[in-house]
């Protein structure tokens, strides 16, 4: 599945819910790219890179149900890259651990 098909999936996700639907709209100025393991999201500047992280977790959501990627991997230029795992780590009895 091609990058731009990861975020019409993602936006897709989200059609019935126009709230979280219009708070995704920063992704539109997004360049995508998949290898491997991970989903490449570049931002076009530091401010656009921070409202892209704090959308993350709308992302992580359909990309985790889709099983395609294991990271997002966030990129802006001349800022150093963030990753965020799609899937967290479970908390059960104080304790964590990675659920794959």
């Known amino acids: 599945m091609a990058a731009d098909r990861l975020l019409s999936a993602v936006l897709s996700f989200y059609r019935e819910e126009p709230q979280e639907l219009l708070a995704l709209e920063p992704l539109q100025d997004c360049r995508f790219s998949r290898g491997w393991s991970s989903l490449r999201i570049d931002c076009c500047d530091q401010v656009h890179l921070e409202e892209v992280s704090?959308?993350?977790?709308?992302?992580?959501?359909?990309?985790?149900?889709?099983?395609?990627?294991?990271?997002?991997?966030?990129?802006?230029?001349?800022?150093?890259?963030?990753?965020f795992p799609v899937r967290l780590p479970l908390f059960q009895n104080g304790q964590t651990s990675t659920a794959e």
């Open 54 to 83: 704090s959308l993350v977790d709308l992302v992580r959501i359909p990309l985790a149900a889709l099983q395609l990627v294991r990271t997002i991997r966030l990129t802006a230029p001349g800022l150093p890259e963030r990753a």
